[in-house]
C-alpha cells in the first residue's frame, strides 16, 4: 500500500500579479472562504509519513484546485471576471502542475499493481450560513467503494481512540463522493485506488495551526 497525502487548499496567497484584483479584500482572504485554516499545519506534520505528499498555498479565490474544470466554482466571484487568457494561465501555471503531478504519481504506482491510499487534508468552518456544523471531524468517502468504506470504518475507530471526546462522522460535512479531486481520481483510477477527505472543524486551528494533541492524534493513527 502506497500513501499519498495532498493539501489543496494551504494558504491564502495572491501571486503579485494578481494582487490588484484583490484590493480592500483582506478580511475575506484571511477567511475560511480563501483557504483552510490549520490544514497546511497538520500536512507539514504528517508529510514525513507518505510515499509522496503534496501541498497548494494559492488561495481558491483565485483557482480552485479541488473543483473539476466544468465546475462553477472552479473560479472564485474576483477571478470569473479574468480574461480567457487569464483563467487559461492560472490552469496552466497552478491548477494542472498540481493536479497532473498526483495524478501521474498514483498511476505510476497502480500500473505496478500497488494499491493507492490517497489522504486528502481540509478544515471546515464551524458555522455556514448560520448553521452550526455538528461535528469535530469528518471522513468523506464513497459509499458505494466497499475497500474505502472497510477502510474508513478503521480509521475512525482509531481516530475515535485517540481523540475520544471528538464528535467525528461519516461523509459530513459535505459528501465523499461531491466534486473533488479524490472524486474525480476515483473516475480515473477504478481499482486500487482508495480515496479520502480528511476534515477538521475549524475552531481547532488558532494562528492557522492545529493543537498539538490533535496532530500527534492523527499522526498516531496513520502509522
Not at 96 to 125: A, C, D, M
Request: charged share 25%; glycine share 4%; aromatic share 12%.
Amino acid at each position: 500500500m502506497k500513501l499519498i497525502i495532498t493539501c489543496e487548499h494551504g494558504g491564502n496567497q495572491i501571486p503579485p500579479i494578481y494582487q490588484t484584483y484583490f484590493k480592500d479584500q483582506e478580511a475575506m482572504l484571511a477567511s475560511h472562504r480563501a483557504y483552510d485554516p490549520g490544514t497546511l499545519d497538520l500536512w507539514k506534520e504528517v508529510k514525513g509519513l507518505a510515499d509522496f505528499s503534496i501541498k497548494n498555498e494559492i488561495s481558491r479565490l483565485l483557482i480552485e484546485f479541488n473543483r473539476s474544470l466544468h465546475h462553477p466554482q472552479l473560479f472564485s466571484q474576483i477571478s470569473k471576471k479574468f480574461s480567457i487568457e487569464q483563467k487559461e494561465q492560472l490552469l496552466q501555471q497552478y491548477y494542472f502542475p498540481y493536479r497532473n503531478s498526483v495524478e501521474q504519481q498514483i498511476g505510476e504506482w497502480i500500473n505496478l499493481n500497488e494499491k493507492v491510499l490517497h489522504l486528502s487534508l481540509h478544515s471546515f468552518t464551524p458555522i455556514l450560513h448560520g448553521d452550526q456544523r455538528n461535528a469535530d471531524m469528518g471522513i468523506l468517502y464513497d459509499s458505494s467503494k466497499l475497500d474505502e468504506k472497510n477502510f474508513c470504518k478503521k480509521f475512525k475507530t482509531q481516530l475515535q481512540q485517540e481523540l475520544p471526546e471528538f464528535n467525528i462522522r461519516f461523509n459530513y460535512p459535505y459528501l465523499g463522493k461531491a466534486d473533488g479531486l479524490t472524486t474525480y481520481l476515483r473516475k480515473k483510477f477504478s481499482r486500487n485506488y482508495l480515496g479520502i477527505e480528511l476534515e477538521i472543524n475549524q475552531k481547532y486551528a488558532v494562528d492557522n495551526q492545529f493543537p498539538k494533541y490533535l496532530k500527534t492524534a492523527i499522526v498516531r493513527v496513520i502509522e
